[in-house]
C-alpha cells in the first residue's frame, strides 16, 4: 500500500526556471493538500483541493500554481522559481477531515 | 480563527525520562485532535488522535487526552528512548466539515542515551 507518493524527492533549479511537483494517493480521499515546512514556520498551506474539480488558496500561494488532474492526483507548479521558494514541500490527503496522510517530502533548492 | 499553540522546543531528555509536550487550542465546537511525529528525513506520520472530549489517544507508549475544559492535548509518554527523538506536531481538524487542518509549529524532541 503506496499511500502518497511524491515526485521528485529532491530538486535544485535556478531562479527563473520553472517545474511541476507530482503528487498521487491511492486511498480514494477526496481531499488533497501541498505544504511547505521552513525551519521555525512549521507547516503552511499552499492550497488545497477539497475534491476533484476543485481547488483553493492556503495561507501562502504566491507564486504557486496546482492542478487536480484526477481524484488521485494533484500537482504543484512553481512558474519562475525564486530563492524564497527553497523549501521541503510536502503533499498529503485526507478523507472527510478524519486525518491527513502526508507524502515523503520533496526537497527544493532554488539558488 | 482556529489556531494552535505547542510549547518551543527545543526538548531535551535523558532515555527513560518522562515526557510532556503541551499543546492547547482555539476552535469553536468540538474539533477532532491528532499528534504527529515527524522523523528526520521523513514526512508527518499520525501518532495518535481523539475526537470528542474526554477520549484518550493512545500508540507506542505516547498518550493525549482530549480535556474540553482547558482546551489542552497534552502528548505524555513515561519513559523516552532515543528512537524517539523527532519533531512532534499537535494538530486540529475543525468541527462542521472544514477540510483545513491547522497545525502547531511543532516541537523538537532530542532524547540523550
Known amino acids: 500500500n503506496a499511500g502518497v507518493t511524491q515526485t521528485p524527492k529532491f530538486q535544485v533549479l535556478k531562479t527563473g526556471q520553472s517545474m511541476t511537483l507530482q503528487c498521487a494517493q491511492d486511498m480514494n480521499h477526496n481531499s488533497m493538500y501541498w505544504y511547505r515546512q521552513d525551519p521555525g514556520m512549521g507547516l503552511r498551506l499552499i492550497y488545497y483541493?477539497?475534491?476533484?474539480?476543485?481547488?483553493d488558496k492556503g495561507e501562502v500561494p504566491n507564486g504557486y500554481n496546482v492542478s487536480r488532474l484526477n481524484k488521485r492526483e494533484f500537482s504543484l507548479r512553481l512558474e519562475s522559481a525564486a530563492p524564497s521558494q527553497t523549501s521541503v514541500y510536502f503533499c498529503?490527503?485526507?478523507?472527510?477531515?478524519?486525518?491527513?496522510?502526508f507524502g515523503s517530502g520533496t526537497q527544493l533548492s532554488v539558488l | 480563527g482556529n489556531s494552535v499553540t505547542q510549547m518551543e522546543g527545543p526538548v531535551t531528555l535523558s532515555e527513560e525520562a518522562f515526557l510532556t509536550i503541551n499543546c492547547t487550542y482555539t476552535a469553536t465546537g468540538y474539533p477532532s485532535l491528532f499528534w504527529y511525529v515527524q522523523y528526520p528525513g521523513e514526512g508527518l506520520q499520525l501518532l495518535l488522535k481523539a475526537t470528542k472530549a474526554d477520549d484518550k489517544g493512545s500508540n507506542k507508549g505516547f498518550e493525549a487526552t482530549y480535556r474540553k475544559e482547558t482546551t489542552s492535548f497534552h502528548l505524555e509518554k513515561g519513559s523516552v528512548q532515543v528512537s524517539d527523538s523527532a519533531v512532534y506536531f499537535c494538530?486540529?481538524?475543525?468541527?462542521?466539515?472544514?477540510?483545513?487542518?491547522?497545525f502547531g509549529r511543532g516541537t523538537s524532541l532530542i532524547v540523550h542515551p
Open positions: 483541493s477539497a475534491s476533484e474539480g476543485t481547488t
Open positions: 494538530a486540529l481538524f475543525p468541527s462542521g466539515g472544514s477540510y483545513i487542518p491547522t
Open positions: 498529503a490527503s485526507s478523507e472527510a477531515g478524519k486525518k491527513l496522510f
